[in-house]
């Protein structure tokens, strides 16, 4: 049976979908109603803006601990019905501070959509070995992967549009009906049973952030997955946050182009997750995983040097104006082969990291890389804000990422382990 008609994969695959949309929808909606609806100085919306981000953020540093260790703990599948429903109400504050065109009210709801996302975390990805055999694992984060971006774009696009187009009864009509339709999904999840039932959830977070970074740095393999996956989210929120810039200054797109841009990135990274399923074949390929870092290394280097030269772009185009150029034609193919890059990279990676964690800690290790992840990723914004400062161009950024990526191929390469549980990384095996 197809995954996406599994009774064990389609409602966590729905449930991530809509609450990847819902998360991205309301923080679109707070970033237009900073710039367009209230009375806020340049200067002082773009720190909002930053604020924002980091709102949502900061929760994966403080708390994804604490969810590996209820996901541990307690049947996964009842922890997700339970944050859900909570969201539902987190969903009603967003309406009503949309309504009030209250921006602090919108800060409080963006900051418990993020807690919620926090905990959750360690659940999306800890509770697919559970309910899937090892040989399923690949075409599921596939799925996972790419409806995640699907999701981010969508929200974001009709964030956009709910913004100029719609009032307050559409922000809340929408908000509201997909963390409905969240919670109708993880209520149909079966359950797991609990993990680790003698586990004794700590109240103190920073020590059981501590303790599961210790843990999954005792593991070489763990360590190195971990820092793989990493290095794929840093990429992507760097990626994420030059694109608009360099498609409207330097390419000449107008909102329409930058929002195909966009859509053309997350569609590609999806076509390369779910290339990287049809390559493992049920296997953990990790040499996908170098493949997809060599694609990622190029495709940046290229459009570093395609745009290096060019000059702003006075008057913004439509999209098929800019794609009928040379220039704009050349960066959506090195956009979506450095996306399709990403999606390779990714898959084999995270797919390991599930198949070498314990059954009884491998919420908790999900937990660990969600830390790592996000201190990747405030660390690269941090410094691409720096760089920017000191005057590094866009295209700069983008031939840095490039020979970056390269030496992180190399390094996947030379330290790549060679087994799954004991079996050749190659090979894999069917549970």
């Known amino acids: 049976m197809p995954l996406l008609l599994s009774r064990r994969f389609a409602p966590l695959f729905w449930c ?77 504050i967003a309406a009503v501070g949309y309504g009030r065109q209250s921006i602090a009210t919108m800060f409080v709801a963006l900051g418990l959509f993020g807690v919620i996302a926090a905990l959750f975390g360690p659940i999306k990805y800890g509770i697919l070995p559970d309910h899937l055999p090892r040989e399923k694992l690949p075409s599921a984060n596939a799925l ?49 049973g609990e993990g680790a039932p ?37 990429v992507g929120i760097i990626v994420l946050s030059l694109l608009p810039p360099l498609i409207k200054t330097l390419i000449g797109g107008n909102e329409d182009t930058v929002t195909v841009y966009l859509a053309l990135f997350s569609i590609a990274v999806g076509a390369g997750s779910g290339l990287a399923a049809v390559i493992a074949r049920g296997r953990i390929v990790l040499r996908t995983t170098v493949a997809g870092a060599a694609l990622i290394g190029v495709f940046a280097l290229d459009l570093g040097m395609v745009t290096f030269g060019a000059s702003p772009v006075l008057s913004p185009q439509a999209p098929n104006v800019v794609f009928a150029s040379p220039l704009g034609l050349r960066a959506g193919i090195d956009l979506a082969g450095l996306a399709i890059g990403g999606g390779l990279f990714i898959v084999p990676a995270f797919a390991a990291v599930q198949a070498w964690s314990d059954a009884d800690y491998r919420a908790r290790t999900v937990a660990a890389v969600n830390v790592l ?47 799954v549980n004991g079996v050749p990384a190659e090979a894999g095996t069917p549970s």
């Not at 949309?21 to 909002?48: C, E, H, P, R, Y």
């Not at 604020?51 to 997700?80: C, H, N, Q, T």
Request: proline residues 2%; charged residues 10%; contains cysteine.
């Open 198 to 234: 003698h586990l004794k959830v700590s109240r103190n977070i920073a020590a059981s952030t501590a303790a599961m970074l210790r843990h999954l740095r005792a593991d070489s393999r763990l360590w190195w997955g971990a820092m793989v996956t990493s290095w794929f989210w840093l």
């Open 144 to 192: 996972i992967e790419g409806a995640t971006f699907i999701a981010i774009l969508t929200g974001t696009i009709v964030g956009g549009v709910a913004a100029h187009s719609g009032g307050s009864r559409t922000f809340g009509f929408l908000v509201m009906g997909f963390a409905a339709a969240c919670f109708l999904s993880a209520l149909r999840i079966p359950p797991t």
């Open 16 to 92: 991530q979908f809509f609450a990847a949309f819902n998360d991205n929808f309301l923080k679109t909606s707070l970033v237009f109603l900073i710039l367009f609806g209230a009375n806020i100085t340049q200067s002082g919306a773009a720190v909002l803006i930053t604020l924002a981000s980091a709102i949502f953020i900061a929760p994966y540093f403080f708390l994804s601990a604490l969810g590996g260790e209820l996901a541990d703990r307690y049947d996964k599948a009842r922890v997700a019905q339970w944050l859900k429903f909570c969201e539902i109400f987190v969903a009603l």
């Open 373 to 419: 992840n996000a201190a990747f990723m405030t660390g690269a914004t941090v410094l691409v804000a720096l760089l920017q400062h000191f005057g590094v161009t866009v295209p700069m950024l983008f031939l840095g990422i490039g020979v970056a990526t390269f030496a992180v191929a190399l390094a996947i390469r030379r330290t790549m382990p060679r087994d």
